[in-house]
């Protein structure tokens, strides 16, 4: 079983609560166009260096769906995962989920300057979003329990290191419930 399996359990625990307190969850993931026209050849070329191998909407071997393309199986959330309708869907075409995308114009809309990050690949996508969040003056809060990756357990290790010491703060599932639990359903009126 993939490590990024681990990540699973800790945002199916955590989602409910967060919708109920009414933060809002986005989901960012690739979804090219079909046609692969917003994709640079050099882009196309790192997920299929060789051009031997399956790369960005060629077809999985196991079932046909194109690689990363929107509305494809390869492009969804997980089914263990299942999205809410209220939630809000973002595809992105880089490594950052900020890149060429409307996340930064639907973050300001809803008045939101704090970020909760899970996902996988921690090294990669993950990062990628992160970085640009901080750089664009976001807070930055990584969930080390909600977040994995497929690469070698040092790359997570670094991926945590770097949030910690450079773009915001890691923390954990226990810790977000708890929190998120001590706070009033409905906060008092300060007026």
């Known amino acids: 079983m993939s490590p990024s399996w ?9 989602l409910p609560v967060l919708r109920q307190q009414q933060v809002p969850i986005i989901w960012v993931n690739w979804g090219n166009r079909p046609d692969l026209l917003n994709i640079s050849p050099a882009l196309r070329h790192v997920y299929n260096p060789t051009g031997t191998g399956v790369g960005l909407g060629d077809p999985l071997p196991t079932n ?3 690689v990363l393309t929107a509305g494809s199986w390869a492009a969804a959330v997980i089914d263990a995962l299942t999205p809410d309708p209220a939630d809000i869907r973002v595809d992105k075409y880089r490594m ?3 890149w060429n995308t409307p996340l930064d114009s639907i973050l300001r809309n809803l008045s939101r300057t704090t970020l909760f990050f899970a996902g996988v690949n921690a090294d990669q996508c993950v990062i990628a979003t992160l970085q640009d969040a901080s750089f664009l003056g976001y807070d930055c809060i990584l969930r080390r329990d909600g977040t994995a990756t497929t690469s070698p357990d040092y790359c997570m290790q ?10 915001g703060f890691v923390t954990d ?5 708890a929190a998120a639990l001590a706070q009033p359903e409905d906060p008092p009126d300060p007026n």
Not at 6 to 14: D, F, G, H, Q, T
Not at 158 to 167: E, I, P, R
Not at 173 to 177: D, V
């Open 158 to 167: 670094a991926t945590l290191y770097n949030v910690s010491q450079c773009f």
């Open 173 to 177: 599932t226990a810790a977000l419930l």
């Open 6 to 14: 681990a990540a699973i359990a800790p945002l199916r625990s955590i």
């Open 64 to 66: 046909q769906a194109p």
């Open 96 to 98: 950052s989920g900020f």
